[in-house]
């Protein structure tokens, strides 16, 4: 299995700021990383897949890069709405580990 | 519009089972490969396992904390996939997702929740 870290695990900010989260994979798992945004009580939402590929309907101030071992999600901008838990997720071999997941709050 | 709603979830003793329902609606059922994620309370997303579209052969996988407990089926005529949960323990304990998409999923459920007690 293709186990996954997130960093760090939690973080304060405030509205505005730039936001980058980094997830990395015991093994090289090319681009097949996926990013999701969850939020108290409700189901993840897809925001990013293959590492840089937008979702649709997802906002353009969230990025993603990497490849490889070691990814990146940007939020360009804080907004109040993304204040949330983010987890990355693997799809290159089955099972489909996520990481632990890393939580953005209000500073 | 893309809906999938789950049901089935409720409180059983250990050993027990149990069969998840997500009825499906807003797209091409037969087409989609499924998924079921599941979330024990405070804790992280877990991948549980995957059924192919039918004509992609129908393959099923399953992570390893549930494999030979769980199967994931699908009834193409009803646009539904289940989970049937046997031998159940209180660690299976969590809100039960069905998820489309075969590698990144793009649709989720509201979730289910069970409770193995």
């Known amino acids: 299995d293709i186990q996954m870290t997130q960093s760090p695990s939690s973080l304060s900010a405030s509205v505005g700021d730039r936001v980058t989260i980094t997830c990395r994979a015991r093994?090289?798992?090319?681009?097949?990383l996926n990013w999701y945004q969850q939020k108290p009580g409700k189901a993840p939402k897809l925001l990013i897949h293959a590492a840089s590929s937008l979702q649709s309907g997802a906002p353009s101030r969230f990025s993603g890069s990497g490849s490889g071992t070691d990814f990146t999600l940007t939020i360009s901008s804080l907004q109040p709405e993304d204040f949330a838990t983010y987890y990355c997720q693997q799809n290159y071999s089955i099972p489909f580990i996520f990481g632990p997941g890393t939580n953005v709050d209000v500073k | 519009e893309v809906q999938l709603v789950e049901s089935g979830g409720g409180l059983v003793k250990p050993g027990g089972s149990l069969r998840l329902s997500c009825a499906a609606s807003?797209?091409?059922?037969?087409?989609?490969?499924m998924n079921w994620v599941r979330q024990a309370p405070g804790k992280g997303l877990e991948w549980v396992g995957r059924?192919?579209?039918?004509?992609?052969?129908?393959?099923?996988h399953y992570a390893a904390p549930v494999k030979g407990r769980f199967t994931i089926s699908r009834d193409d005529s009803q646009n539904t996939v289940y989970l049937q949960m046997n031998s159940l323990k209180t660690e299976d304990t969590a809100v039960y997702y069905c998820a489309t998409g075969g590698y990144f999923h793009d649709f989720w459920g509201q979730g289910t929740l069970v409770t193995v007690s």
């Open positions: 059924i192919k579209s039918k004509v992609d052969g129908g393959t099923t």
């Open positions: 093994q090289s798992i090319s681009n097949y």
């Open positions: 807003g797209f091409t059922f037969s087409n989609a490969w």
